[in-house]
């Protein structure tokens, strides 16, 4: 089982449209979650930090749950330029970030 | 501020030559990260480096891949003999600590035939 599992997509939705992508990760002693994006051919970038008791950025929510390990990320009102690629991130003490393989996501006008 | 700084960008070369991948890290950042990314596997680590030490190198796919950090602004990721299936886009990044966010370079797209 890998480490860090995401829905890979494509997400096809509609600009604003709310959008959400799951993530699962298998070790229980993960302590740091994120959340980066990466557009085509370019280099992935921090999207957002996810904290244990939810946090918001503007049109992005992120939620954790410890005990399923489970991250989400919800996009509200979505634009056309939030289509992107977006990679769950955690790590556990002592180690790198481990990523996911990304969802990609679509919007269309 | 300039942030990590990858050379070169594109690299094609022939199966069995030696390549080289360069990165810069963020001044003041002490942990450097390697990563390779390709359609089937994602992104994955190969090494990283903190305080100019290799710390874990479990991810380096075998004994063609090295890499060396000589100062805290300096890091190779060297190939040889250089494998068709070692085309990818090879990624360094920085932290100031760990398990904390990482900043990538824009990669280095290597191509072997």
């Known amino acids: 089982r890998k480490e860090v599992e995401q829905d890979p997509g494509p997400f096809n939705v509609p600009e604003g449209a709310t959008v959400a992508f799951n993530c699962t990760y298998s070790n229980s002693a993960s302590q740091s979650f994120f959340w980066y994006r990466q557009d085509c051919r370019k280099e992935p970038k921090l999207l957002m930090s996810?904290?244990?008791s939810g946090n918001e950025d503007g049109r992005f929510t992120a939620q954790l749950n410890r005990a399923s390990q489970y991250i989400s990320l919800l996009i509200r009102d979505s634009k056309l330029s939030d289509s992107a690629t977006y990679l769950c991130?955690?790590?556990?003490?002592?180690?790198?970030?481990?990523f996911g393989k990304g969802t990609t996501l679509s919007v269309s006008s | 501020d300039a942030g990590v700084i990858q050379s070169p960008r594109h690299e094609v070369t022939e199966m069995g030559q030696e390549v080289t991948l360069r990165c810069k890290p963020i001044s003041g950042h002490d942990y450097l990260f390697w990563y390779r990314q390709t359609m089937m596997r994602g992104l994955e680590l190969l090494i990283y480096?903190?305080?100019?030490?290799?710390?874990?190198d479990s991810g380096m796919p075998e004994d063609r891949f090295s890499a060396k950090m000589p100062n805290a602004s300096f890091s190779t990721l060297k190939i040889q003999p250089s494998e068709p299936r070692d085309s990818a886009v090879y990624f360094c990044a920085s932290s100031s600590g760990q398990g904390i966010k990482a900043f990538f370079g824009q990669g280095t797209r290597l191509t072997v035939v």
């Open positions: 996810v904290y244990s």
């Open positions: 991130v955690v790590s556990q003490a002592g180690t790198a970030l481990i």
């Open positions: 480096f903190n305080n100019n030490v290799p710390i874990d």
